[in-house]
């Protein structure tokens, strides 16, 4: 479920889709991240295009509810926002088809905000072979390679969400910089290709980076997922590697139904009071909220 803010603005609430801004200040959210992406398919036309448009109504809304929302490229810049009481909003690419085979494009897209790129979409681009391409066993091209020798030269965090495991075992042989699977879950609680392996999740940890839990239902559990079920994935993954390489992704408005209990941003401090009943310290919380993140992103963005 993809939401046209040219049509839908951030200023008001809105009775569709799970972000706007009347809603994240009711949930508590204070930095969020948008994504700019090409249509999904193998080839898609005028990629750049639409990824360009789609960073003109970003800008677009920023501006018009600039007493509310500012856009940020850097740790500074996120706290700034957040102490004069705005949402920080940082910009993401979802699938680096849109430089359309350019590096060059890739630093154009940089100096327009972009500081977070997951390389592929779940289907095969020039740069890597999604999820839904693992039965290739292809991981990074030669072109894949560059982008992310680029990525780490600009201090811009890489995002492994949608790429298959080749894929993310060459991004840890490439790169030694803190990576982020910004919206994938633990693998060993629901089987799902788009979810980590614990040994995938224990070398992301040990390179400092963070994954952010996925709220769609199919990643979460199989049958029936509800706010527990999340949380469930925290539990994994904190009883694995620790309180410091876990935080929340969510994807929503990047997907067509809900966990039970976390029905749109505004019921994020939903969240908040599963971890307080599971007897997670203050600490953990304030690191599970945010301050994982802030963390990478102080490191690689700067």
């Not at 920080?88 to 972009?114: M, T």
Request: aromatic residues 4%.
């Amino acid at each position: 479920m993809w939401i046209d803010r040219s049509t839908i603005g951030l200023g008001g609430r809105a009775n569709t889709g799970h972000i706007d801004i009347p809603r994240l200040q009711e949930g508590g959210v204070n930095c969020q991240v948008f994504a700019i992406s090409s249509t999904r398919e193998r080839r898609p036309p005028l990629a750049l295009r639409t990824a360009l448009n789609m960073l003109d109504v970003f800008y677009a809304e920023c501006n018009k509810n600039n007493d509310a929302i500012t856009p940020v490229t850097s740790f500074k810049e996120t706290l700034n926002a957040v102490a004069e009481g705005k949402v920080a909003a940082l910009l993401s690419v979802e699938g680096a088809d849109v430089i359309e085979g350019s590096v060059g494009a890739l630093r154009v897209l940089y100096r327009l905000g972009v500081r977070m790129v997951g390389l592929v979409h779940s289907i095969r681009n020039q740069l890597a072979d999604g999820v839904t391409d693992s039965r290739t066993g292809g991981g990074l091209s030669e072109f894949g390679v560059q982008v992310v020798e680029e990525l780490s030269r600009l201090g811009v965090l890489i995002d492994v969400s949608h790429l298959n495991d080749a894929g993310f075992w060459d991004v840890i042989d490439v790169t030694k910089q803190p990576i982020i699977a910004s919206h994938s879950n633990s693998r060993a609680v629901c089987n799902h290709v788009r979810n980590l392996t614990d040994d995938q999740i224990q070398v992301l940890a040990d390179r400092g980076g963070v994954m952010g839990i996925n709220f769609a239902p199919a990643f979460v559990h199989p049958t029936h997922a509800t706010i527990a079920r999340v949380v469930d994935h925290i539990d994994h993954i904190v009883e694995l590697v620790g309180a410091d390489y876990v935080g929340l992704g969510s994807d929503f408005d990047g997907i067509r139904s809900t966990p039970v209990g976390l029905e749109d941003v505004s019921k994020m401090p939903n969240i908040t009071e599963e971890l307080i009943y599971r007897e997670y310290s203050e600490t953990a919380i304030r690191k599970i909220l945010g301050e994982n993140h802030l963390r990478v992103l102080k490191e690689v963005v700067g």
